[in-house]
């Protein structure tokens, strides 16, 4: 058995049968290694997480704490999220009032307030308050700080 995936020795390894136990050989055979020469069966006892691969995967996964610039940069990427929502929130209120003072000011004016053309503008009011807060979000502030 090929076990360089594993195990990082060159070489081949020697298997042996269960029924053959000899010290220096061993019947398990780890995910990932490869068959070099010969033939057998193999019984499959853990997969995933409880192999032995996926036991020096999770011994390795190292959680990393946040630096103290990512934490600012998390903080004031909330900041300016809240600061772009409340601006498109003021910028679609301030439009839709402005939208039906100007109907219900002039009564002699076909401008009526369940119009097509009010749904319409309401509608472009409602995607310009989106497009402020999809530009507000600064997604890319992190990599763009850590590539500068």
Not at 66 to 88: D, M
Not at 113 to 134: D, G, Q
């Amino acid at each position: 058995m090929d076990e360089s995936a594993t195990t990082g020795e060159s070489r081949p390894i020697k298997k042996c049968s269960a029924d053959e136990t000899k010290p220096e050989m061993s019947p398990f055979v780890m995910s990932g290694t490869q068959v070099q020469d010969g033939d057998g069966y193999s019984l499959v006892c853990c997969v995933g997480e409880s192999s032995r691969v996926g036991q020096l995967k999770n011994a390795l996964r190292l959680d990393e704490e946040p630096t103290p610039l990512q934490k600012r940069l998390e903080f004031l990427g909330v900041q300016i999220g809240k600061i772009g929502t409340i601006g498109a929130l003021l910028a679609f209120l301030g439009c839709f009032v402005n939208m039906v003072i100007r109907a219900l000011a002039d009564p002699n004016d076909n401008n009526e307030l369940f119009s097509n053309e009010s749904f319409r503008s309401t509608l472009s009011y409602i995607i310009l308050a989106i497009t402020i807060i999809v530009m507000a979000v600064p997604e890319g502030l992190p990599m763009a700080v850590t590539i500068a």
